[in-house]
């Protein structure tokens, strides 16, 4: 065999279009995965650990407050909040304003969201400050926090996690019930937007800020 050019297997146009067509096809397949991965309910709801997913706009629109207040390369923590995490990537996927220098983790005590990878971090609200040694106090520019429970007991947890992690802003979803708490233990004042869920909840849903902000109003 020469090894000039001309030896060189040619292919046919009509065997290179249909490589092309089987390239487009898979990398298609490949985005359409990485879209799906970060869907709100990619990761089935299990009520055993209180988990009930937001509604498509409801995780559009906090995913976007929580960008927008984070700032440019800001830094988000989702606690006990994956719907956010996962809406957070997918608007940074679609290019959304504001998107591209944030950063995002994912607190959570369902380790089916280490699928995450290294922006899964292992949260029980019963050990509040057992972090990992490189998340550090204030390394957040904005927590969003929805506790697993409606108690006083769960909420004064969260807070102390909520409070080490934030350099300020905190956007709590919780019960209107939860109203006073949230008040006296992270002096947040409650929203006019009211969250919403894929399948309706009981209880009414609130969500509270310690900052102005459009939810606000
Ligand atoms: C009411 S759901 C909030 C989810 C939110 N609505 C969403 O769509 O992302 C409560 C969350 O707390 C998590 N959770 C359950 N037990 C927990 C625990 N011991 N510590 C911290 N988080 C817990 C659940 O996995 C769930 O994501």
Known sequence: MGDSDDDTPQLSAATLAALQEFYAERDGLVNETAANKYSVGAIEEDWRMSQFWYSEETATRLAQEVIQQAGKSGRIACLSAPSVYQRIKQLQTAKFEGSEGVSAMVLEFDRRFSAYGEEFIFYDYNNPL?????????????????????????????????????????????????????????????????????????????CYVNYDSQLLS
């Open 130 to 206: 057992c972090l990992p040694e490189e998340v550090g106090p204030q390394s957040f520019d904005i927590v969003i926090a929805d506790p697993p429970y409606l108690s006083e007991e769960c909420l004064s947890k969260v807070a102390i996690t909520v409070k080490y992690l934030t350099k300020n802003k905190i956007l709590l979803c919780t019960g209107a019930i939860m109203e006073e708490h949230a008040k006296k233990l992270m002096g947040l004042k409650i929203c006019s937007y009211i969250p919403k869920h894929n399948n309706n909840l009981a209880n009414e849903f609130r």
